[in-house]
Structure formats: structure tokens, C-alpha cells
């Protein structure tokens, strides 16, 4: 048990003084605009020779590539960090629109590079990639080499990375705007209260019905209220992204999605069917979970509701040091990590206004650092939140060393991580439960995440997939968005509801986020897939740690499929191993199930 109170409110002093007034920041950004300058000059400057001595030049510039990303990254990391702790922040906003002009202009000068190499001959690049230096870096590099072979031209490339900025990041940046001006009124007590939405959402978590219902209500009229900006916002983006596909003659919108993630089709489908095929037993717990609430049907609502009339409250020290203890029992390294994040002031959980909703982790490559963002206000899932960003964080920590450009992983690996954390927590507050009652409470809440992950994402990604085959014939109108949305909320949980949340394309920040398009599979891939490690780090014990960061380091120099096979003799692409992890899930249902039988 730790001496120290931990306190819920990060430091950010530590990497710029003076928040989004620092001068130091300033000059910071203004190096960062000269890095990338002069790695620009650099890469328009080459004249490849298509030999074997063009090898120096390549680690020169891969050399001033990780200079440069690295203080891209960590500007455009604190200044996320500003927006989210206070979404009044108007100078952070202006601070977001520099960093996303400075990413536009390095993304045209990665573009350029990866042109370059697709100049080499294949034997020559063969040559080149067995060179001791590059050789760790050889699948990223053939990877971009490919990817480029895949676009446009380099200047029409650069045309559209420059385009994106107000044509289609803009919109993103727009959602975020009108998202920190929504407030929804809420009657607490008598006392009318105008919440923020990550208030707001934070108040489906309330074991009292009425409250949650009467949330609900509003939170429909707020969000229905900016539903033709939303809309339009939507539209647009989506827009953007289409043309650009069409003309690189992509016909797949989960062309890039996929890529991104290096993962095969096949094994996207094969992990889906396997979830459509043992829905059954996730509806019988919903079924359960509405007799248990004396409701036919439960609602959109309902679906975050603790089990039991009584509110289970943690509090945030109570909750670190439950994280902590639980982490040092799989591994010391994985302990010592979230002990030092706690002390060092790593982590933004007060709950106050003011704040945007949801929760993140964020990198700072060149501080080694991580920053995690969260709203906490007691409930055991807000402990399960704490310890899936604090997995987050690990990744980054059991990185560090490894070159900049292999530690660019994606989010369905990304969210393996954090949801491995999330698991070690979950299933030892199950294990620790002072009594049934107890048990059934955190049971309940465990189910609910896998309930969020098999049916709450498969309804995302069936919108989604809709929404852009309906997007290619035309602008599409908000009750077009609400009827797309309310059809796959239906086939994703199975009818099992009785209210659903058809303007949840317009509450759910995923849906516009520009970086990563289809926003959604790869929590699904990482729940599933970190069930597969989870099993194994049990069979093996407590060292299997260093196993584990090896598996680690590895998520952004591979495609998942030969990262499983090296890592876990499994293939991704059959049904056996998708199968075994929803078993894991639902075995937690059966003991559910069981014990409120009689219920």
C-alpha cells in the first residue's frame, strides 16, 4: 500500500511552461518548422543514383525524419492535452491549426521520400534493405515504398496533403468546436444544471433509472439540436475522403482502414462472423440484465447501468492503488511503470467541467513520457478506463529505444495494450469481490465492455459501412444518418433493445476523426486478440512479461497476421482462434447467467 496521495490532475509545466501562452512552446514549434524545412530541402535534393551508395543518403534522412516527427509529435501530443483539459482554450485551437499546417507540409515531404523509393530497382532496394543499419527498419520502409506505388503522382499527392488541411482536417477541427459548445440540462435535485457531454455521459453510469432516462432525453435534444451541422460536418469529411480514393482508383473503402492497421480482409470477416455466430448468448444476458431491472426490454440507456440499487464508488487513490497492486502480480515492469505515472502527476482524471468528454493516452517521444486523459468520478468502470490508458502507456514505455519510425503502431494493436491492462484489473476485482453481490457488480460491469466491444462497435462499423456506400450517390440527409444508424444498432444487438440511439453517428467523436478512417474495428481486433495474450500470460505466469513487451515491440514492424504467428503460433485468418477469445468473453456471461438464476 503507497504512502503518497496521488493527485488527479496532470502536469503539463513539465514539457512547456505557460500552457497554450508558452513562449517556450512558441520556439519549440518554430524549430520543429525549420526541421521540417530542412528535411524537405534534403529529400527534394536527392538524386538517386538507384546503387548501393545511395544507403548513406537514406540514413541521413531517416536520421533528420525522426528529429523532426519526434517534435511534431510531442507539440501536437501537449496541445491535445490542452484542448481536452479545457475546451475554452481558444489559443490551443489556433496552437491545433499550426501543428496540423506543420504535419500537412511534413506528410508532402514523406510523400516525396516514398515516391523516391519506388525509383529503385527491386534488386537494388533487396541490397539496400539488407544493410545492417536498415535492416530493422526494412518492412516500414518496403511498406511506404509500396503504399506510394499505390497513389498518385508526387505532385498531386502533395496537392491533396496540402488541400487537407482546410478541406478536410478542418472538419474534424469544426466537430470539436461544436461538440465543446453542447450543454445538456439536468435536474439535479431541483437544481437546473446545463453539463457538459462528458458530464452528461458519465451520468449513464447511474444505478437510478429515472436519472438515466431523463439524461437520455436531453442528450437526444442537445445533439438532435446540432444535428444539421453535424451532418454537414459528416458529409463533408466523408466527401473529401471518397474523392480521394476514387482518384487513386481505390474502390474499397476499407482499403486504407486496413492497411493502416497491416491486417488482412480475411481476417477482419473471419473475427466478425465469428462474433455474429455467438450473439445468442450476449443477448441472453440482456434479456437477463432487463428482468433483473423489471423492464421488458432495456434501452440505449440502460446499457452502462451498474447492477444492484447500490452505487459502487471507488475513489481515485483507492483505484490507483488497486491498479498497482494487481499489475505487480503479472509483472514488475508493468507495476513500476504505473507507480511512476501516478507520482509524476501523468494523468488528468478530475472530474469538473469544462473538460472534453471520453479518454485517451498520449505519447511525449521526446520527453519519454506519457499523459493520460480521463473524466473520473468513482464508478468501477472509471478504474477499468484508468487501467486501460494506463496499458496505453505501457506500450509506449516498452518501446522506448526502438526507432521512431517502427513505433508507429496501429490502433488495433494500439488498443491490445490497453485493453490486456484493462483485463488484468477487471478480472482480479471479479476474483477479489468480498461476496455475491459484489461479484455479480463487477461481473456485470466486465460483460458490459464486451457487450460495448462485440455489439456496440459492430453497430460502428455496420453504419459506417452503410454510410459510405450510401455517401458515393450523394450528400446524405440527417434522417438518412438516424435510419442507417438505428438499422445497424438493430442487427448489432440483436433486436435485444427497446430504445436505441439513432444520433449516435453525431454524439460518437470516432466517426470524425480524420487521421484514422473506420475508427472502430481495431477496438474489437485489440479486445479479442489481447484475450489471446491475456490466456497465455496465465498459462505461463509471471514471466511471461518480457515475453510480452517482445510482443510489444514488434506491433509496428509487421502485419498482425505474422505478428500473432511469431507470438502466439496462432493464424488470424481461421476461426479457431477468434472462437477460443469469445469463449473467454463468454464465460463470464455463463457465471452471470448462473448466478441470478433464481434471481
Not at 526541421?35 to 534534403?42: C, P, Q, S, T, V
Not at 501543428?99 to 532496394?125: H, K, M, P, R, Y
Request: glycine letters at 6%; proline letters at 2%; one cysteine or more.
Amino acid at each position: 500500500m503507497t504512502t503518497t496521495t496521488y493527485s488527479d490532475v496532470w502536469d503539463l509545466e513539465v514539457f512547456f511552461k505557460g500552457g497554450s501562452d508558452s513562449s517556450e512552446l512558441q520556439e519549440h514549434l518554430n524549430k520543429t518548422e525549420e526541421l521540417i524545412k530542412h528535411f524537405e530541402a534534403k529529400v527534394n535534393n536527392w538524386t538517386i543514383a538507384n546503387t548501393l551508395e545511395d544507403s548513406k543518403y537514406l540514413k541521413e534522412l531517416l536520421a533528420d525524419f525522426e528529429g523532426a516527427a519526434k517534435k511534431l509529435f510531442q507539440a501536437g501530443a501537449f496541445v491535445g492535452c490542452l484542448l481536452a483539459q479545457n475546451t475554452e482554450d481558444k489559443k490551443a485551437y489556433s496552437l491545433d491549426a499550426k501543428i496540423t499546417s506543420l504535419g500537412a507540409a511534413f506528410q508532402i515531404a514523406l510523400g516525396s521520400l516514398d515516391n523516391l523509393l519506388t525509383t529503385f530497382d527491386d534488386e537494388v532496394w533487396e541490397q539496400l534493405m539488407s544493410d545492417e543499419a536498415l535492416k530493422e527498419l526494412s518492412f516500414v520502409l518496403t511498406e511506404s515504398r509500396q503504399k506510394a506505388k499505390e497513389k498518385l503522382s508526387k505532385e498531386e499527392e502533395a496537392l491533396i496533403s496540402a488541400l487537407e488541411v482546410d478541406g478536410y482536417h478542418s472538419w474534424g477541427q469544426l466537430y470539436d468546436l461544436i461538440v465543446s459548445k453542447i450543454k445538456v440540462p439536468f435536474n439535479d435535485q431541483g437544481e437546473e444544471k446545463q453539463l457538459s457531454v462528458g458530464q452528461a455521459s458519465n451520468k449513464f453510469s447511474s444505478p437510478d433509472r429515472e436519472v438515466r432516462a431523463a439524461i437520455f432525453k436531453n442528450w437526444e435534444k442537445s445533439w438532435g439540436e446540432q444535428a444539421d451541422f453535424l451532418a454537414k460536418t459528416l458529409n463533408h469529411l466523408s466527401g473529401f475522403r471518397l474523392n480521394v480514393y476514387k482518384k487513386r482508383g481505390w474502390d474499397d473503402v476499407l482499403k486504407e482502414p486496413l492497411s493502416i492497421n497491416r491486417m488482412e480482409k480475411d481476417t477482419l470477416e473471419t473475427m466478425w462472423a465469428v462474433i455474429s455466430e455467438n450473439k445468442q448468448k450476449l443477448i441472453s444476458y440482456l434479456e437477463r440484465k432487463a428482468k433483473l431491472s423489471g423492464v421488458e426490454k432495456l434501452s440505449w440507456f440502460d446499457l452502462d447501468a451498474p447492477y444492484g440499487k447500490t452505487e459502487s464508488k471507488v475513489s481515485y487513490q483507492e483505484g490507483a492503488e488497486f491498479i498497482e497492486q494487481n499489475f505487480a502480480l503479472f509483472g514488475e515492469k508493468m507495476a513500476a511503470f504505473a507507480k511512476n505515472a501516478f507520482e509524476k502527476q501523468w494523468i488528468e482524471a478530475e472530474d469538473r467541467p469544462g473538460k472534453a468528454p471520453g479518454g485517451f493516452c498520449t505519447s511525449m517521444p521526446e520527453s519519454e513520457q506519457s499523459r493520460i486523459f480521463m473524466t473520473y468520478s468513482g464508478t468501477p468502470s472509471n478504474v477499468s478506463t484508468l487501467a486501460h490508458e494506463l496499458g496505453h502507456g505501457f506500450h509506449s514505455f516498452a518501446m522506448r529505444g526502438v526507432p521512431f519510425l517502427n513505433c508507429r503502431y496501429a490502433m488495433n494493436v494500439a488498443e491490445t495494450a490497453s485493453t490486456f491492462a484493462e483485463m488484468i484489473v477487471a478480472d482480479a476485482a471479479v476474483k477479489n469481490a468480498g461476496g455475491e453481490e459484489e461479484k455479480l457488480v463487477l461481473l456485470d460491469d466486465k460483460i458490459q465492455r464486451t457487450v460495448a466491444l462485440l455489439m456496440n462497435i459492430h453497430a460502428r462499423f455496420l453504419f459506417e459501412t452503410s454510410f459510405y456506400e450510401e455517401r458515393k450517390q450523394g450528400t446524405v440527409t440527417v434522417e438518412k444518418l438516424n435510419e442507417l444508424m438505428l438499422t445497424a444498432q438493430k442487427e448489432a444487438y440483436g433486436d435485444a433493445l427497446e430504445e436505441y440511439h439513432p444520433l449516435f453517428w453525431a454524439s460518437k467523436l470516432h466517426f470524425f476523426i480524420t487521421g484514422v478512417p473506420f475508427y472502430n474495428f481495431p477496438y474489437t481486433f485489440g479486445y479479442l486478440f489481447s484475450l489471446g495474450i491475456y490466456a497465455k500470460a496465465l498459462e505461463e505466469g509471471k514471466g511471461y512479461e518480457e515475453k510480452y513487451i517482445a510482443l510489444l515491440r514488434d506491433t509496428a514492424s509487421m502485419t498482425v497476421e505474422d505478428l500473432a504467428q511469431k507470438h502466439l503460433q496462432v493464424d488470424l485468418t481461421q476461426k479457431d482462434f477468434w472462437e477460443k477469445a469469445v469463449r473467454i468473453c463468454l464465460d463470464d456471461i455463463d457465471e452471470f447467467l448462473d448466478l441470478t438464476e433464481s434471481k
